[in-house]
């Protein structure tokens, strides 16, 4: 998707608050809607799928439960559907998405 290297989070903390920025990436996304919905409503569900995939990482941080490595999110087959100037924040998603895949840049570990 990108050429170049993209950098994972480097502890569990910055992990944590790279889907926290971007929950709230979402919030402004649907507020973005229901101001000025005309152009971007379809992308709804998208949104949707998004915020709960996200919540759903975040609580498995919190207790406990998460897995690196368990192949792509889901909702990264759907991020190629939607203009880049629709999700600004899809590098941010890419990035979570590589960390999940290849876990926590530790040194110069690749």
Same mark, same amino acid.
């Given at each position: 998707?990108?050429?170049?290297?993209?950098? #994972? @989070? #480097?502890? !569990?903390?910055?992990?944590?608050? *790279?889907? &926290?920025? @971007? $929950?709230?990436?979402?919030?402004?996304?649907?507020?973005?809607?229901?101001?000025?919905?005309?152009?971007?409503?379809?992308?709804?569900?998208?949104?949707?799928? $998004? &915020? !709960?995939?996200?919540?759903?990482?975040?609580?498995?941080?919190?207790?406990? !439960?998460?897995?690196?490595? !368990?192949?792509?999110?889901?909702?990264?087959?759907? *991020?190629?559907?939607?203009?880049?100037?629709?999700?600004?924040? #899809?590098? $941010?998603?890419? #990035?979570?998405?590589?960390?999940?895949?290849?876990? $926590?840049?530790?040194?110069?570990?690749?």
């Amino acid at each position: 998707m990108y050429k170049t290297k993209v950098v #994972r @989070a #480097r502890s !569990t903390n910055e992990y944590v608050g *790279l889907i &926290e920025q @971007a $929950l709230d990436d979402i919030w402004d996304i649907r507020q973005s809607i229901e101001f000025d919905g005309e152009g971007i409503v379809e992308m709804g569900s998208f949104i949707d799928e $998004l &915020e !709960t995939s996200l919540k759903e990482i975040y609580q498995s941080m919190k207790d406990g !439960t998460y897995e690196f490595a !368990t192949g792509d999110f889901p909702f990264m087959a759907s *991020l190629d559907n939607y203009h880049a100037s629709m999700i600004p924040f #899809r590098f $941010l998603l890419v #990035r979570i998405n590589e960390t999940h895949m290849k876990g $926590l840049e530790i040194g110069d570990q690749d």
